[in-house]
């Protein structure tokens, strides 16, 4: 299915030998072959695609397993054909349309973004968190022609068409089927939000395109074909999606689970014995607040979606064993550098090296490549970069400006310095929150910390720190101080800090910064 896609002589014997022992390269019987590739005429690369591939490689196969037990890949690429049917004949929906799911990890999110792509219609995933006016700018911008939302979830005030009760909607439609589209709908993904209203990414994408860097992600993170995957991140969000579509290719199970409770991500782990979870870093931190046990299934963790601070990095490696991969990327951008194990013990702070067929830049003020160790802006192209945001303008390579700051050392590793905008003049010295914060989360009795800046008459902005300490840990604000004095100069030194009972984090761990500065 591949040989078109990608030249693997070219790829590396060495990572096709990977992808052999994963199970992506084994052997497709004709029959099962034929079904894939009319699965692909019919939907292009979609879910809809990905699910009906796998159903035909492997009908008998578990694909998800949640609160309401086992679903096969076979039967649930059924329940997704009789869905889109639903909609299509008792809706009126097809391509040109907006469909909305909102739906929390569990079945229903992929019967429900499987039968959308079916019909050809695009496809926002909104943000489970979303609610109220927020929810509504969202609908109203997005031009929503209708909702799919969970029952479970607050009542959302929209006029269209709105559907919740799938069950009903699979049982109702029979055999009935859904014409194929001409053309496959785009997929929008909502950018974090933390600063403001959650804005759409738009994408489709091309296979070509993806095939080279999807497949170097495939040949560095030692999951297999058949394994089960946790996915504890919400599947709305860009690295959730990015790890279903992976077990969709490989012929995952996927464990899902409503809400991330540690001990029982723990019990799930072991009780299915799985090979991978994919979470976020303060997903990781939680789950070092449960006693270990020993997880010997478990060789692949992916943490992504926010910075995975170094101290954390090595904890959850002592932990679990050099299993932990450091996934960089965003919406907009997509997935841009990937740290193995051996990388994060040589260098606990690094999100690695850009995959094959993928670019990233660290541009100094001309737009030219910055040396190692200066700082730059991150910016980023290749197949996994979808052209959502907003254009350097720099050069004929149209790479995509990420918002962060970054540089490489002399190994050629990528590090993270911080956002653009969260980035601190104080007294004219700037100074990157990230540091002060990894820093700090080093201190013992530390369990949580944000650095923000904060407007001052005299130095223009001033450090603010707001520590949440342990149970039981005395921590003082000048001791506080004198622990980042030691390793940092004076000006990164915060000039406040603030104990407080949690940092707000969205659901894939970035700050709220609006809620942490109203208290």
Not at 68 to 73: A, I, R, S, V
Not at 180 to 195: F, H, K, Q
Not at 199 to 222: D, H, I, N, Q
Request: aromatic residues 4%; neutral net charge.
């Amino acid at each position: 299915m591949f040989g078109r896609l990608i030249d693997l002589g070219g790829f590396g014997l060495g990572a096709a030998a990977a992808l052999a022992r994963n199970g992506l390269l084994a052997p497709v019987h004709p029959s099962a072959l034929a079904r894939v590739v009319e699965a692909y005429r019919h939907f292009h690369l979609t879910p809809a695609t990905g699910l009906a591939a796998a159903a035909a490689r492997w009908p008998d196969r578990p694909a998800v397993l949640d609160e309401d037990g086992t679903l096969t890949f076979a039967e649930l690429d059924a329940r997704a054909a009789a869905l889109a049917s639903a909609l299509h004949h008792r809706l009126g929906l097809g391509p040109g349309h907006t469909v909305a799911v909102m739906w929390p990890n569990h079945r229903g999110f992929a019967e429900a973004v499987a039968a959308v792509s079916r019909l050809g219609a695009d496809l926002l995933l909104l943000n489970t968190g979303l609610a109220g006016p927020r929810l509504r700018d969202v609908l109203r911008r997005e031009a929503v022609h209708a909702l799919i939302a969970d029952p479970a979830l607050p009542h959302v005030g929209f006029d269209g068409p709105r559907t919740g009760d799938l069950d009903k909607l699979i049982k109702e439609n029979g055999s009935a089927t859904a014409p194929a589209p001409r053309r496959p709908g785009r997929l929008v993904l909502l950018t974090s939000g933390t600063t403001g209203v959650p804005k759409g990414a738009p994408r489709r994408l091309s296979p070509a395109a993806v095939a080279e860097p999807f497949l170097s992600m495939l040949a560095t993170v030692p999951i297999r074909s058949g394994e089960p995957m946790l996915i504890a991140p919400p599947l709305f969000h860009g690295l959730g999606l990015l790890w279903y579509a992976a077990a969709l290719v490989l012929g995952c199970p996927v464990v899902l689970m409503r809400r991330f409770d540690p001990q029982s991500v723990l019990d799930a782990l072991d009780r299915h014995r799985a090979g991978a979870l994919v979470a976020v870093p303060v997903m990781l931190k939680r789950l070092l607040t449960c006693d270990p046990r020993p997880l010997p299934h478990l060789r692949a963790v992916v943490s992504g979606g926010s910075a995975l601070r170094p101290d954390l990095a090595t904890a959850f490696m002592n932990t679990y064993g050099d299993v932990l991969h450091n996934l960089y990327g965003s919406t907009e951008a997509g997935w841009a550098a990937l740290a193995t194990p051996a990388e994060l013990r040589a260098a606990p702070g690094t999100v690695g090296r850009p995959p094959r067929g993928a670019t990233v830049r660290i541009a100094g003020p001309d737009g030219r490549e910055q040396p190692a160790g200066e700082v730059g802006r991150v910016l980023v192209g290749g197949g996994l970069t979808f052209g959502a945001g907003t254009r350097t303008g720099t050069g004929p390579d149209g790479l995509l400006a990420t918002g962060d700051l970054g540089h490489r050392d002399r190994r050629g590793l990528l590090f993270i310095d911080g956002r653009d905008d969260d980035m601190i003049v104080s007294g004219g010295e700037n100074v990157f929150p990230q540091e002060v914060e990894n820093v700090l989360a080093r201190v013992p009795g530390v369990a949580d910390v944000a650095v923000l800046g904060v407007p001052d008459e005299e130095y223009g902005q001033r450090l603010t720190a707001y520590v949440v300490t342990d149970d039981g840990a005395r921590l003082s604000a000048d001791g506080l101080r004198r622990a980042v004095k030691e390793e940092l100069a004076g000006f990164k030194v915060p000039r406040d800090v603030e104990f407080v009972a949690s940092v707000p984090r969205n659901q894939t761990g970035k700050v709220d910064r609006d809620r942490l500065v109203r208290g």
